[in-house]
């Protein structure tokens, strides 16, 4: 009885410090591009997009490009000192400002928004890997997988080390059933970044489709030891623990994922089955209509998950 919870990763919001020195942006739109960043990492999103909406009105306004050529009368020059004043351009400093302004919108749950901001980021910087992450994941929260998969593609062909790609993308691959190719970028996400608690829970969703049910626990303990306040491998290994036949268990780690992330869906349903096979027919309905509250379009999946522990539970075969 597995019910795996889909991770969805955005990446780290483009930090100030790669741009701050770009003589062409305006300070102030600087300065509400960093307070910007400020307000998300304090949780203030609605602060944030306002911070974004004023660093890329600021810094979309045309302004003269100041020229260091010496003044020449040569017919070779197409441009004179005068000439290359009235040059303007958008500054590509714009790029990442809508970059992050889309992962604040897809937070708010703006998912439309925040795939446009993903495109004119795009438009401004085709080379702005983050773009193409963050729209691959919001293109994949609105069911666009193969959209989602060529967004993963082109930010890895950008960056090959960017191993919150190779996780984002190993992510999706289990989604679609290539748990093999799940693997590959996993174990290219953890050389990269052999700590990082992530890799190695989607390590143990994975193990848990090769019914590697000993290992999946070992990778959920390992992303446990390395992010105790992660909801998501205590779920997992409460997964885990389900298919190995040890509900006891599996029930103490459903009870911590909820603690740590009470809206987690996926983790009353399996709670749910747990009290199921334990003969707590009351206790399973509560938290199934639990998880229903939360995540209604579930319906129809927990209904054939219930009938299939209640035949269990009945010793059918």
Not at 71 to 91: E, H, K, L
Not at 95 to 115: H, P
Request: proline share 3%; glycine share 6%; hydrophobic share 40%.
């Amino acid at each position: 009885m597995r019910y795996r919870q889909t991770i969805l990763g955005l990446s780290v919001l483009i930090l100030f410090t790669s741009v701050a020195g770009h003589a062409q942006t305006p300070a102030s739109a600087a300065n509400y591009y960093q307070h910007g960043i400020n307000n998300f990492e304090r949780g203030d999103l609605d602060g944030a997009l306002e911070d974004y909406n004023r660093a890329i009105e600021i810094s979309s306004r045309p302004f003269p490009a100041k020229s260091s050529q010496k003044r020449t009368s040569s017919s070779a020059n197409a441009f004179d000192s005068a000439a290359a004043d009235r040059i303007t351009f958008i500054d590509p400093f714009t790029a990442r400002a809508y970059t992050n302004r889309g992962v604040v919108l897809l937070r708010k749950g703006d998912v439309a928004a925040a795939i446009s901001d993903f495109d004119r980021a795009i438009e401004i910087n085709s080379g702005l890997a983050e773009a193409y992450l963050d729209r691959g994941v919001a293109r994949r929260s609105r069911g666009d997988l193969k959209g989602a998969r060529a967004d993963f593609d082109r930010t890895l062909v950008i960056n090959p080390r960017f191993s919150e790609a190779y996780n984002d993308r190993a992510d999706l691959r289990l989604e679609m059933g290539d748990v093999d190719g799940a693997f590959a970028d996993l174990n290219r996400a953890r050389a990269l970044r052999p700590r990082f608690a992530v890799t190695y829970d989607q390590f143990g969703y994975a193990r848990i489709a090769k019914h590697d049910f000993d290992n999946a626990i070992a990778d959920f303990n390992r992303a446990i030891q390395l992010n105790p306040e992660m909801a998501s491998a205590y779920q997992g290994r409460g997964t885990a623990r389900m298919d190995k036949g040890d509900p006891e268990r599996a029930i103490i780690d459903f009870d911590r994922a909820l603690e740590l992330d009470p809206k987690l869906a996926v983790a009353y349903t399996n709670r749910g089955l747990a009290w199921l096979l334990q003969g707590q027919d009351a206790k399973a309905q509560k938290d199934f209509e639990q998880c229903l509250l939360i995540k209604p379009d579930l319906k129809a999946e927990l209904e054939k998950r219930i009938d299939l522990a209640k035949e269990f539970r009945s010793g059918k075969p």
